[in-house]
């Protein structure tokens, strides 16, 4: 069974700094790509980074270019977003999710299982 946990967010003020992580357990070892993607009410949801597991190959919206970073640790199966210089229009509730071969990185229906989210709260 496919599990996503996500973990570590919270409120911060304006150009304050957050770690995210997905915990990922019962992956096969088909599941090639893991992406952040973030919602807020009433919005689609929208890609925010991914990396390709195998060879580390990494995609950002450019909305978050230089100021988030997606990473993992392999031995811990664990993915990160190290999000800095946080604005308040980052505020939303971010998932990780995981998929095959995505038709877009950050394309939110090219993914097959999702976390139940963290929430993320800039304020000015």
């Known amino acids: 069974q496919v599990q996503l946990v996500e973990s570590g967010g919270g409120s911060v003020q304006t150009g304050g700094s957050l770690r995210l992580s997905c915990a990922a357990s019962?992956?096969?070892?088909?599941?090639?790509?893991l992406a952040w993607f973030r919602q807020t009410p009433g919005k689609e949801r929208d890609g925010v980074a991914g990396m390709h597991i195998p060879n580390g190959g990494t995609v950002y919206a450019d909305s978050v270019k230089g100021r988030f970073t997606i990473s993992r640790d392999n031995r811990k199966n664990t993915l990160y977003l190290q999000m800095g210089g946080l604005k308040p229009e980052d505020t939303a509730m971010y998932y990780c999710?995981?998929?095959?071969?995505?038709?877009?990185?950050?394309?939110?229906?090219?993914?097959?299982?999702w976390g139940q989210g963290t929430r993320v709260t800039v304020s000015s």
């Open positions: 019962g992956l096969s070892y088909n599941y090639y790509w």
């Open positions: 999710a995981t998929a095959v071969n995505p038709r877009l990185v950050l394309g939110a229906t090219s993914y097959t299982y």
